[in-house]
């Protein structure tokens, strides 16, 4: 005997389901994170892992703010220090210092990196609606890596774009760091 799918309708003639899938797609997941005192969040789809901070090997002759690599499972992986990337003052190293490893694919380059982080607070469901886009701070200031600003909880979240944190140029480098001691 075959069973027979049934559909409940809302008030504006809408299947269920739909709305669901609507609201399911309204909603994005960030991780959310400190640095110095601020809050930030990243989008969880891009995030492989959290790590706890250790041993991480520096290598000569790169930017300031790649603290070095870690040998993630047998994988080489550059670690971003992104204070240092942001303000100019390194991280500082303390008991719940995290990595977080990201996998990042841009156009024809696929690579992991880690990015230090203070610490890692907390996975937040975050409405559409409730992100603002990136504030316009003139033409001296860059704001490309700026997602968006969420309001949560009375607070402003800066949503970051990862992608963007980093130059092609600076993900170049940093993808022939990865290739170069993964061989």
């Known amino acids: 005997m075959e069973k027979e799918m049934l559909e409940t309708e809302n008030s504006n003639g809408i299947p269920e389901a739909d709305i669901n899938e609507m609201t399911v797609a309204e909603n994005q997941q960030y991780l959310t994170f400190l640095l110095g005192e601020k809050v930030y969040g990243l989008e969880i789809t891009n995030i492989k892992e959290i790590i706890e901070y250790g041993d991480v090997t520096e290598v000569p002759m790169t930017p300031d703010f790649i603290s070095g690599v870690i ?5 080489v992986v550059p670690v971003i220090d992104l204070s240092q990337r942001f303000s100019g003052v390194p991280t500082k190293l303390a008991k719940r210092t995290s990595i977080i490893i990201l996998e990042l694919k841009n156009e024809d380059l696929q690579i992991e990196i880690g990015v230090t982080v203070d610490m890692v607070n907390e996975v937040l469901d975050i409405k559409a609606t409730a992100i603002e886009p990136a504030p316009s701070l003139g033409s001296q200031i ?19 774009d990862i992608k963007n944190v980093l ?17």
């Open 142 to 160: 860059q704001t490309n890596f700026i997602k968006g600003m969420a309001k949560v909880e009375g607070t402003l979240l800066i949503l970051l």
């Open 71 to 75: 040998n993630l499972r047998g994988t």
């Open 167 to 183: 130059s092609v140029d600076e993900l170049s480098q940093v993808g022939s760091i990865n290739t170069v001691n993964s061989e």
